[in-house]
C-alpha cells in the first residue's frame, strides 16, 4: 500500500496498469493488482462483466476460454460465455494457471472484490464497462456497486474514479445517471465530433497506434462537462520508445501491461 502512495505524486502522464500489470501477474486478478501496487503503481484499469445470475466480474473477453480452464470443468459448455455462467460457477475456476504455475488457484474477481484490493492498496480505478450490448442495465448496476463500495463519495470522485467504454451510448448513460463520475471514451473521435463527445466525456481514450501530436492538442482545447480541460489517455503501450513518444505528444495517462517499464521510460 505504500509503495503505491510513495511512487506516484501525480506527475504526468499517470501511468495506468492495464488490467493490473498483466505482463507479470494474470490480468484481471488481484494479483495483478497487488504486482502493480509493489510496482508503485497508483492506477489501474479493468473489465466488467455480467454473468448469468446478474453479478458483475472482472474479466476482459466475454467468454471464459482464455484466461480460465473452463473447458476442463464445464466441458460441455460451448462457447463458455460469461453470461452464460453463475457466479458460484465462475468463483470455481483457475484463472491463474494458464499465466504461470505461481498463479494457479487466481480467482476472476468480483467487480466487489476488486474494488475492494485497489482501495486496499490506496490505488485508483479506470473501469471500463465491455460489451455493454450484452449486459442491459450494467451502468446502474455498475454505478450501484460503486456506491456501496463508498467510490461514490466526494473524495473518490474527484481523483480516483474514472469509468470508460467503447460504447458511447453506455458512458453518454453513466453521465446522465450520476455526473459527478467522470468518464472516458476509448477511441479516436473525428475532431469535428469532439464537442459533442466533451457534453458527457472528460476523457478521449485512443489507441497509441492512431494517435499524433496534433489529435492530442486538438482534443486538449475542449472543455468536458466539469468544465476541465479533456484527458487523453493512450492504449496499450509496453515499450520505452513508444512511451516517451507518446508522452511527448502531452497525453494525460499512458495505460499498459508493463507500467514499470513506461514509469521509467517517462520519468527521466
Ligand atoms: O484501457 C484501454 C484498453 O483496455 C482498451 O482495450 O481490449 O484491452 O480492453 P482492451
Ligand atoms: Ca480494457
Redesign the pocket.
Known amino acids: 500500500a505504500s509503495a503505491a502512495r510513495a511512487a506516484d505524486d501525480g506527475t504526468r502522464p499517470l501511468v ?1 496498469a ?2 493490473g500489470a498483466s505482463a507479470y501477474a494474470p490480468e484481471n486478478t488481484l494479483a495483478a493488482v497487488d504486482k502493480a501496487a509493489a510496482l508503485g503503481i497508483r492506477w489501474v ?1 479493468n ?1 466488467v462483466q455480467r454473468t448469468r445470475d446478474g453479478e458483475l466480474v472482472v474479466l ?1 473477453d466475454d467468454n471464459l476460454r482464455r484466461t480460465t480452464d473452463v473447458e476442463e470443468v464445464f466441458p460441455d459448455r460451448a462457447p463458455w460465455k460469461v453470461k452464460d455462467f453463475t457466479a458460484a460457477e465462475i468463483a470455481r475456476l483457475d484463472a491463474g494457471s494458464w499465466f504461470g504455475p505461481a498463479y494457479a488457484g487466481a480467482r476472476v474477481p468480483t467487480l466487489e472484490q476488486f474494488v475492494h484490493r485497489v482501495e486496499l492498496h490506496h490505488q485508483k480505478l ?1 473501469l ?1 464497462i ?1 460489451n455493454p450490448e450484452l449486459y442491459p442495465g450494467i451502468e446502474r448496476q455498475t454505478l450501484k456497486v460503486l456506491s456501496n463500495e463508498g467510490w461514490l463519495d466526494r473524495r473518490h470522485l474527484a481523483n480516483r474514479l474514472v469509468v ?1 467504454s ?1 460504447s458511447a451510448d453506455s458512458i453518454r448513460t453513466v453521465h446522465a445517471l450520476k455526473p459527478a463520475v467522470k468518464t472516458g471514451f ?1 477511441g479516436t473521435p473525428h475532431v469535428t465530433n469532439l464537442p459533442a463527445y466533451a457534453t458527457f466525456a472528460d476523457q478521449i ?1 485512443p ?1 497509441h497506434r492512431s494517435l499524433s501530436r496534433g489529435y492530442v492538442a486538438a482534443v486538449h482545447t475542449f472543455k468536458g462537462p466539469h468544465g476541465r480541460q479533456l484527458e487523453v ?1 493512450t ?2 503501450v509496453d515499450d520505452a520508445a513508444t512511451a516517451q513518444r507518446v508522452a511527448g505528444y502531452g497525453v494525460d495517462g499512458i ?1 499498459t501491461n508493463k507500467p514499470d517499464v513506461v514509469r521509467n521510460a517517462v520519468r527521466r
Do not use: A, G, Y
Request: glycine share 0%; charged share 30%.
Open positions: 495506468v492495464h488490467r484499469e473489465d476482459h479506470l471500463e465491455k470508460q467503447f476509448l481514450n489507441s489517455f492504449w496499450t495505460i
